[in-house]
């Protein structure tokens, strides 16, 4: 099996047992949810096949919903994020030349790139699934000012996350 897959398979289920275990748990006054398992979806190659990106995305989305017991409610998000993934790529990161198995990760876009493409994503994530949770327009302004809030805290996370389990490449 190659590097590729064991660093897959293993970041897949640490993030989804960090979700469930720790960041499912946790109460930051009820109105900001930190889902950093979209990491996942985010650090996939870039490269690879749309259906996969799909089924990945619906998969770990589906793991979400029914360990968290949310009816689908993260499946939907998660599968929307990652269908609209290549075109962010596509508008952010045009100049850039990825090859096979290159992730967008902060060694080939950079931390401002990284920092971008994940503050839209997980906004568009986090605005799918809150939106869908409430299913209803009247308090739009609430249900906004927690997809706001809840998208930086988990950004950050996943900053923090990236940034601490990025290897340094050493100058020679």
Request: proline share 3%; no cysteine; glycine share 4%.
């Amino acid at each position: 099996m190659s590097n590729l897959y064991v660093r897959n398979i293993v970041r897949y289920l640490s993030l989804v047992l960090f979700q469930v275990l720790i960041l499912n748990h946790m109460n930051l006054s009820g109105f900001i949810n930190p889902y950093v398992y979209v990491l996942f979806i985010l650090l996939l190659p870039v490269r690879i096949n749309k259906s996969m990106l799909l089924l990945f995305a619906f998969l770990t989305g589906l793991t979400i919903d029914y360990l968290g017991n949310t009816l689908g409610l993260h499946a939907a998000a998660t599968v929307f994020m990652a269908f609209l993934r290549p075109s962010v790529i596509k508008v952010f990161f045009n100049n850039v030349e990825f090859l096979s198995g290159d992730e967008p990760g902060i060694a080939k876009i950079k931390t401002g790139g990284f920092l971008k493409y994940s503050l839209v994503l997980v906004f568009v994530h986090h605005s799918v699934l809150f939106f869908l949770e409430i299913f209803d327009f009247h308090d739009f302004l609430n249900t906004l000012s927690r997809t706001v809030l809840s998208t930086l805290v988990t950004t950050a996370m996943i900053m923090i996350i990236v940034l601490v389990f990025t290897p340094v490449k050493r100058k020679k």
